[in-house]
């Protein structure tokens, strides 16, 4: 049989990794665990996002760079303290050929003890700021982790943008502009809904001052994940790798420039893929469908003569010439010996937002048939209103997919103000926003106090208890009802006052 065995209601993990191989986005690199293969299906989309992007930063002075994928211990060594807790994910080269390197390099897990050096060099006076470079590269931890395509894996391709500038209101500015890039990237090109918050003390990137993040939710398992950060670095590197200017308002004074790194990377397709995703397969928004129309011959059967079928597939021939000339990405699927319904479960499984089957009876009335792969719908469209109309289809399958998604979301994000009614949230596949005082030693507490009791979920059904709840992120959009100064922390042992609304959840 074609098309997806597993079912995403009841073997989410096993649904996912048979979609995204059977929709052709990816191969397992069987020779090395952690790696996969990136196949055109997941190009077109990723380019796709480049191209928005890059188009954006590029907008804003952002130059493009490509820094050496390697780096050496000794410029590591200046940012020890942070790294420390990366440094098991660190993949080493320490021979060429059978020689035995003098000093071991490693390859680049992200990029800051790579760039920072060149920064330092660069950047002398204020009139050399703001200086704001981005790479399109791959990176390389190696992830002790079970990895999963997309969304943990031990090479990943991403961009990082690396800004300086000479004060925190400028760097604050930016970081701000480049989430609001990232929000755009899941709501506007893959129709996924995004919390825009900052991160805890626990949560942020440890060698910066502060990371704001786009926090995504799966509805399948009721987890919250991270989808892109944009971190303002403070002042901690350019004193790390000394990045200096002139102070213009006193002379002889040095300031250390302020700095940001941001980065998104290919995990944003994997959760397209889950959120969107169903039991025939993937489910593409259109504006990042490598093709949106896949015209499908119908009715042709033996009694069919030869030139009465070439007649007919003249005129597909046509309205594919029609279709793309509207600016319709579409293709025709003429293949010999797959009927019809074959082909339909094909592209389907491939995600393809739009069906279009043409047959003798259409011909006759001088219309198309259409199918919407996100909610089945069906119907006709007059041969003469396909330029206007499968545009329209188009946007319209986009809205609502990200209307759907945006819905789901905002009713299993849930304001909690009663600490006995959280692990009955989570289990119920909410995320949730509770008053928090913000303390990581008070997370970590919360991490313990939410584990679910055991699932029957492990692959020889041993039990594995459900995660306890990770804080995902300070939204900036906070609810009301917290009185500062008398609003409690939810968490029963802590006693302390609230900051702030914070969301927690179950996550990746
Ligand atoms: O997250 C981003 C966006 C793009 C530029 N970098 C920042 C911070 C990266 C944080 N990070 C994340 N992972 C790491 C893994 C390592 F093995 C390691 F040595 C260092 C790191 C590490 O610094
Ligand atoms: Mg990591």
């Not at 996969?36 to 590029?58: A, D, G, L």
């Not at 000093?103 to 704001?132: C, F, G, N, Q």
């Not at 302020?258 to 995703?277: D, E, K, Y």
Request: glycine share 8%; net charge neutral; with cysteine.
């Amino acid at each position: 049989i074609i098309g997806i065995t597993a079912k995403k209601g009841k073997n989410f993990s096993a649904w996912y990794q048979e979609v995204v191989q059977k929709a052709e986005m990816v191969e397992y690199y069987t020779e090395i665990s952690g790696f996969f293969v990136m196949r055109p299906n997941t190009m077109y989309i990723w380019n796709t996002i480049r191209k928005w992007f890059n188009e954006r930063i590029e907008a804003a002075g952002v130059e493009e760079c490509n820094f050496p994928m390697f780096l050496s211990s000794t410029s590591l060594q200046k940012e020890k303290d942070h790294v420390e807790g990366f440094a098991p994910e660190l993949a080493w080269v320490t021979k060429a050929g059978e020689k035995d390197l003098e000093v071991p390099v490693a390859v680049r897990p992200t990029s800051e003890a790579v760039m920072y050096p060149y920064y330092s060099k660069w950047i002398r006076s204020h009139r050399d700021l703001p200086l704001k470079l981005n790479q399109w590269v791959s990176v390389v931890r190696w992830e002790a982790k079970q990895t999963v395509p997309f969304l943990r894996a031990r090479e990943f391709m991403w961009q990082e943008g690396h800004t300086a500038f000479v004060s925190e209101e400028q760097a604050g500015k930016e970081v701000l502009e480049i989430l609001e890039l990232y929000a755009g990237i899941y709501e506007q090109l893959l129709a996924v809904p995004v919390v825009r918050g900052k991160k805890t003390e626990a949560e942020k990137f440890a060698g910066g001052y502060y990371t704001t993040t786009v926090e995504g939710y799966i509805p399948s398992n009721g987890r919250g994940i991270q989808g892109a950060t944009s971190h303002c670095l403070g002042q901690n590197f350019s004193k790390m790798f000394d990045i200096t200017v002139e102070d213009p308002a006193n002379k002889g004074q040095k300031i250390h420039v302020w700095q940001n790194s941001w980065g998104l990377s290919t995990r944003v397709i994997g959760v397209m893929v889950m959120i969107h995703g169903d039991d025939k397969g993937l489910v593409l928004p259109p504006r990042i469908a490598k093709t949106q129309a896949i015209l499908i011959p119908v009715g042709l059967t033996a009694k069919t003569t030869p030139e009465d079928k070439e007649k007919h597939l003249d005129r597909m021939y046509e309205l594919l010439a029609i279709l793309k000339k509207a600016g319709v990405r579409t293709e025709i699927d003429t293949r010999e010996g797959y009927t019809p319904a074959w082909k339909f479960n094909d592209w389907e499984m491939k995600g393809v937002p739009v069906r279009l089957e043409f047959g003798p009876k259409d011909a006759a009335k001088d219309v198309v048939s259409f199918a919407r792969r996100d909610t089945g719908e069906k119907g006709t469209i007059p041969i003469g209103e396909l330029t206007t109309k499968v545009p329209e289809l188009l946007e319209t399958i986009q809205q609502d997919m990200y209307n759907k998604a945006e819905k789901t979301f905002r009713e299993h994000r849930v304001k909690i103000t009663n600490w006995d009614e959280v692990v009955p949230a989570l289990d119920a596949k909410n995320v949730v926003i509770i008053p928090s005082c913000l303390v990581p030693a008070c997370e970590d507490r919360i991490k313990e106090l939410t584990r679910g009791e055991d699932l029957p979920e492990g692959p020889d059904g041993q039990k594995v208890p459900s995660m306890g709840m990770k804080s995902l992120c300070i939204p900036f959009e906070q609810p009301e009802g917290l009185v500062k100064g008398e609003t409690k922390c939810l968490n029963p042992e802590c006693g302390r006052l609230a900051e702030s609304f914070c969301m927690f959840g179950r996550s990746y």
